[in-house]
Structure formats: structure tokens, C-alpha cells
């Protein structure tokens, strides 16, 4: 069975720093691409940052470029999202997915990814 389990997220004001993870399991980590997606009240799923499966390349949502970085850790199937400088337009759910196995290359659309989490809630207050 696959899951993959964000945590991380939380209550932060302004300016603060929170640092998400997802974990997965039930399938190989390792040679899929894989990335952080957000979706707000009423609003759609949107791409926030994607990693290639050997971390060599990252791309990001220009809302979050410069304030966000993507990174993950092969060796212990982990994906991470540090959030810096927060602003009150970040709050969302956050989800990490990943893309069928053997798929390396980001995309920003959500139907391309083939495993998801259940997402975790980050709230920023001005």
C-alpha cells in the first residue's frame, strides 16, 4: 500500500519559518520525480515546487521563488519543503505527490501526479 505522509504544518505569523515533510512508503522513492502541491479555501490545486528524482534540479511557483526550497532525502524516502518568510497568501493545505515510478521530470499539473497525501493544513496570520 502507498502513503505518503506530510507533517510539519501549523499556526506561524508573518515572517516565520515552518519546514514540511512527506514520508513514503509502499513503493520506491527514489526514481520518481516528486512534488509540493497547495490548495486554499475555493481555490484550485496548485504546483508549488518539484524536485527530479536525484534532486539535481528544482523548479518553483514564482509566488514562492527565493522563499521556498525543496529538497529530499533518497536514502530515508523523504521529500522536505522549507517555507521561509510566510506570508498570510501562503495558507493552505499542503500536499506532497509523486509521479509514476521512472518518471524523473517535474510538471506542474496535478493530474501527472500519481500518488498523493492527505496533506497538512499551514495557517500564516498577519
Known amino acids: 500500500q502507498v502513503q505518503l505522509v506530510e507533517s510539519g504544518g501549523g499556526l506561524v505569523q508573518a515572517g516565520d519559518s515552518l519546514r514540511l515533510s512527506c514520508a513514503v512508503s509502499?513503493?520506491?522513492?527514489?526514481?520518481?520525480?516528486m512534488g509540493w502541491f497547495r490548495q486554499a479555501p475555493g481555490k484550485e490545486r496548485e504546483f508549488v515546487a518539484g524536485?527530479?528524482?536525484?534532486?539535481?534540479?528544482?523548479w518553483y511557483a514564482d509566488s514562492v521563488k527565493g522563499r521556498f526550497t525543496i529538497s529530499r532525502d533518497n536514502a530515508k524516502n523523504t521529500l522536505f519543503l522549507q517555507m521561509n518568510s510566510l506570508k498570510p497568501e501562503d495558507t493552505a493545505v499542503y500536499f506532497c505527490?509523486?509521479?509514476?515510478?521512472?518518471?524523473?521530470?517535474?510538471?506542474?499539473?496535478?493530474?501527472?501526479?500519481?500518488?498523493w497525501g492527505q496533506g497538512t493544513q499551514v495557517t500564516v496570520s498577519s
Open positions: 505527490a509523486a509521479r509514476r515510478l521512472f518518471t524523473t521530470v517535474v510538471h506542474t499539473t496535478p493530474l501527472r501526479y500519481e500518488n
Open positions: 524536485i527530479t528524482s536525484t534532486g539535481g534540479s528544482t
Open positions: 509502499g513503493r520506491t522513492f527514489s526514481n520518481a520525480a
